[in-house]
């Protein structure tokens, strides 16, 4: 089925009564008949969309009585849980001798061929209902301009009344389901059972989730170590093209738009390390790149990222990066304001991946050593709405680095020492720093303190990183790759700490 279907120009659309004369001298009211015809055409095939868009569009939204006709026939179907596909919807209207008032069957017809994606009600139906406000706004000055203009007007009775006619704009606008204090208002029993917030993770698992579904992921690093080529691996694992990153799952997603702002030519170098000719038809059908900068930044612009994300169709955004995407880093306004952005498109279920950079004074800092969010660049409030911030540590261009989870939607993964081959943009974990491989290679087992030593690279773990090396190993336990033998408690002879050994079963599985 066609989209953007353009109906012809001599359809109806107000009844016979022909086009209602404008106050403001042949001046077209505010409307978007386009919007309307996507919203109709939606909710013909699916109820999920007459749901989506009727707290939305409230009262007397439509600007085509037809279409208004159109829709409350759709919610007469709905209420009567009949079918509101167009044979059934063109059925009830001829019953009800509106049929041939809104343009017969072809004119239901060709509505029902308008179909951008029900997925996209609600935000057509916000367009329509903006269009709506505007027109009663306009209608409110029309009529204060006349009466401004009647002789012997009083001013104080005017005032008085365009104060009435606010008051009760204001109050319909808060009554109805689509007004903005209501419409993201939802019961507490709905917002914890119904918003997804148990949904699994886009990437890793529940217990250790590199990204949240819901939640931003931000990549932070210095140049040249290797955040694009980690986020290319998992935006192809995003589409298919590959099931783990870093030996974790990553889910699925519909289609992705990449932000390509920063050198867009060296990622398109980056990307084609991966793609190879198999990869061409779901290239060209789930992913979308746009180049250069934005039309506007999105602390300018908080809806420009959802907008985006709407014209193409994308539940995933990469924003590549987010300096070329906020006019200043360092303003908290601007920041907070990027971060409304940022909610805005979360909201309407889409996801974000975030490149970013360190401050300049933490590039020479060693790589072992974990660095801390105020070593990203820019306002604290970046990081501050971000679910999920890795850092990445190491020299430009060496292969071998360290990925630092700061921010946890779950259990923090890592420190991960990783190597990349920059010649295939593939990323793997160092094996020697696996606690599962050094449980295989020591046959007298290992204490939660020598794990320690051995993953933070030597020298004496503080308490933090013993605490990691405990549950690392506890892990293992407890998923059959290892066996605890309890410590002995201090006494006049010393105590002696609890060790942990690889499991017969393992042993056996990769001997």
């Not at 590199?210 to 140049?223: F, K, N, T």
């Not at 408690?489 to 017969?504: F, I, L, T």
Request: include cysteine.
């Amino acid at each position: 089925m066609s989209q953007g279907t353009t109906l012809p120009p001599q359809m109806p659309s107000r009844y016979d009564e022909g086009p209602t004369p404008s106050p403001l001298g042949g001046a077209e009211p505010p409307q978007n008949v386009d919007a309307e015809r996507a919203v109709l055409g939606a909710c013909m095939y699916s109820s999920a969309a007459i749901d989506a868009a009727r707290p939305v569009l409230g009262d007397d939204a439509f600007y085509r009585p037809a279409h208004e006709t159109i829709w409350r026939a759709l919610l007469t179907q709905q209420r009567e849980d009949k079918p509101t596909d167009p044979i059934a919807l063109t059925e009830l209207l001829e019953e009800q001798g509106d049929l041939q008032r809104v343009g017969g069957r072809p004119y239901v017809s060709q509505l029902a061929d308008v179909l951008y994606g029900t997925g996209n009600a609600a935000y057509h139906a916000e367009i329509v209902r903006k269009k709506a406000d505007l027109r009663r706004l306009r209608t409110s000055a029309v009529r204060t301009l006349q009466r401004a203009q009647e002789p012997g007007a009083d001013p104080e009775a005017i005032r008085s009344e365009v104060e009435m006619e606010v008051r009760a704009e204001r109050e319909r606008a808060l009554a109805s389901g689509q007004g903005r204090l209501n419409r993201f208002a939802r019961d507490g029993w709905s917002f914890v059972k119904e918003t997804g917030a148990d949904a699994e993770p886009l990437w890793g698992t529940r217990e250790k989730t590199v990204w949240a579904s819901g939640e931003s992921l931000m990549i932070v690093g210095a140049p040249g170590v290797g955040k694009t080529t980690l986020a290319h691996q998992v935006i192809f694992a995003r589409l298919g093209l590959q099931e783990t990153v870093l030996e974790m799952p990553v889910a699925p997603s519909r289609r992705v738009l990449y932000l390509a702002m920063d050198r867009p030519k060296q990622i398109a170098r980056a990307m084609d390390r991966r793609v190879f000719a198999s990869d061409e038809k779901i290239l060209r059908e789930r992913l979308v790149v746009w180049e250069g900068p934005l039309p506007a930044t999105l602390d300018k612009e908080p809806d420009l990222l959802a907008d985006l994300a709407a014209a193409h169709q994308a539940d995933t955004i990469v924003i590549d990066s987010l300096k070329d995407a906020v006019s200043t880093m360092v303003d908290d306004s601007a920041a907070v304001t990027f971060h409304n952005a940022r909610m805005r498109a979360l909201r309407n279920g889409v996801e974000i991946m975030e490149l970013h950079h360190q401050r300049k004074a933490a590039a020479d800092a060693p790589r072992r050593q974990r660095p801390s969010l105020d070593q990203v660049y820019g306002s604290t409030w970046i990081t501050a709405g971000a679910g999920s911030v890795l850092f990445v540590t190491g020299k430009a261009g060496d292969p071998a680095v360290t990925l630092h989870h700061l921010k946890t939607p779950t259990g923090e993964v890592g420190p991960l020492d990783v190597t990349h081959d920059h010649k295939r943009g593939t990323t793997t974990l160092d094996p020697t720093k696996d606690p599962a491989v050094l449980l295989r290679t020591a046959p007298n087992g290992m204490s939660t303190r020598e794990l320690a030593t051995v993953l933070i690279g030597g020298g004496e773990p503080e308490r933090a990183d013993l605490e990691k090396a405990r549950r690392r190993l506890e892990n293992l336990v407890a998923t059959g790759l290892a066996t605890k033998a309890d410590g002995i408690a201090g006494g006049a002879g010393g105590g002696q700490q609890a060790r942990y050994y690889a499991s017969a079963r393992h042993l056996t599985a990769v001997g």
